[in-house]
Nanobody, 120 residues
Framework: QVQLVESGGGLVQAGGSLRLSCAAS????????MGWFRQAPGKERQFVAA????????YYADSVKDRFTISRDNTESTVELQMNSLKPEDTAVYYC?????????????WGQGTQVTVSS
């Protein structure tokens, strides 16, 4: 059974930082592209960032480029999202996801999400 478990969310002031982590189990981690998505209240889920199978390639939404950094550790089966210079518009539930196909393709597995709230 595949499980993706996010942690690290919380409340932070604008300009602050948070580091999200996602622990994966039940899958061959190195064979999956890992991504982060977010969904704010009343809005559609949106792509945030993804990292390739080896970690050599990273992809970001324009809205988070130069502020967020995604990384993975294939020995620990974890993926992290370092979020700096947070803005109130970054407030959302953040989801970890795994894709066997590619960073912009269908994602096969999803975590339960972790809440990030940025106060102004």
């Amino acid at each position: 059974q595949v499980q993706l478990v996010e942690s690290g969310g919380g409340l932070v002031q604008a300009g602050g930082s948070l580091r999200l982590s996602c622990a994966a189990s039940g899958l061959t981690f190195s064979k999956y592209v890992m991504g982060w998505f977010r969904q704010a209240p009343g809005k559609e889920r949106q792509f945030v960032a993804a990292v390739s199978w080896s970690g050599g390639g990273t992809y970001y939404a324009d809205s988070v480029k130069d502020r967020f950094t995604i990384s993975r550790d294939n020995t620990e089966s974890t993926v992290e999202l370092q979020m700096n210079s947070l803005k109130p518009e970054d407030t959302a539930v953040y989801y970890c996801a795994a894709s066997a196909t590619g960073p912009r393709a269908t994602y096969d597995y999803w975590g339960q999400g972790t809440q990030v709230t940025v106060s102004s």
